[in-house]
T-cell receptor, first 115, second 118 residues
């Protein structure tokens, strides 16, 4: 079945450490997105990518970095510059021609915590 | 920039009752889409219903329906005959309509935590 796979499900980070969250999709979608979810704040866009080797900052990109070397993959690195990284992270993808019927497909998320 | 506001952080109703979740938004766009997503305890995001701004008729999906008031920029979700499985976080979301293909960013509200009690 087609879908989005995020790994790991739970991740722990030590102070000053960079960590990378994985997101893989087999839906043949061009666009991919990363969101951060905090209690009472809904989902906020970190980065998005419309095409391979191209990505744009979202509303809260500081302290994060991404790459898009393959269509299927959009990893998110939480750097040591992100002072409050504890959150639930959701990856999503969308077809650029079918964005209304199913605006975005979501993965099951990664819960990141500080040790 | 668009903003989406959900003013009810939490709601609780008895099973089989009808419940309405509120959502307001602010935009200068004339063509856009609105969505309600459900996030159960498993935390998977599930699309519940969509509404095209150019359509006057309110969208309906089985027990779920919306009350779309474009002039008031209001988009509420009504759940009829509520079931225990409806217990979840519900997010209202806005998407601008673009004739240019590409990433379609969603703007989410803060969410409403709905609990259905037996």
């Amino acid at each position: 079945d087609g879908g989005i796979t995020q790994s790991p499900k739970y991740l722990f980070r030590k102070e000053g450490q960079n960590v990378t969250l994985s997101c893989e999709q087999n839906l043949n979608h061009d666009a991919m997105y990363w969101y951060r979810q905090d209690p009472g704040q809904g989902l906020r866009l970190i980065y998005y990518s419309q095409i391979v080797n191209d990505f744009q900052k979202g509303d809260i990109a500081e302290g994060y970095s991404v790459s898009r070397e393959k269509k299927e993959s959009f990893p998110l690195t939480v750097t040591s510059a992100q002072k409050n990284p504890t959150a639930f992270y959701l990856c999503a993808s969308s077809s650029t021609w079918d964005s209304v019927e199913q605006p975005q497909h979501f993965g099951d998320g990664t819960r990141l915590s500080i040790l | 920039a668009q903003t989406v506001t959900q003013s009810q952080p939490e709601m609780s109703v008895q099973e089989a009752e009808t419940v309405t979740l509120s959502c307001t938004y602010d935009t200068s766009e004339s063509n856009y889409y609105l969505f309600w997503y459900k996030q159960p305890p498993s935390r998977q995001m599930i699309l519940v219903i969509r509404q095209e701004a150019y359509k006057q008729q309110n969208a309906t999906e089985n027990r779920f329906s919306v009350n779309f008031q474009k002039a008031a920029k209001s988009f509420s979700l009504k759940i009829s005959d509520s079931q225990l499985g409806d217990t979840a976080m519900y997010f209202c979301a806005f998407m601008k309509l673009s004739i240019i293909q590409g990433a379609q960013k969603l703007v989410f509200g803060q969410g409403t935590r709905l609990t259905i009690n037996p």
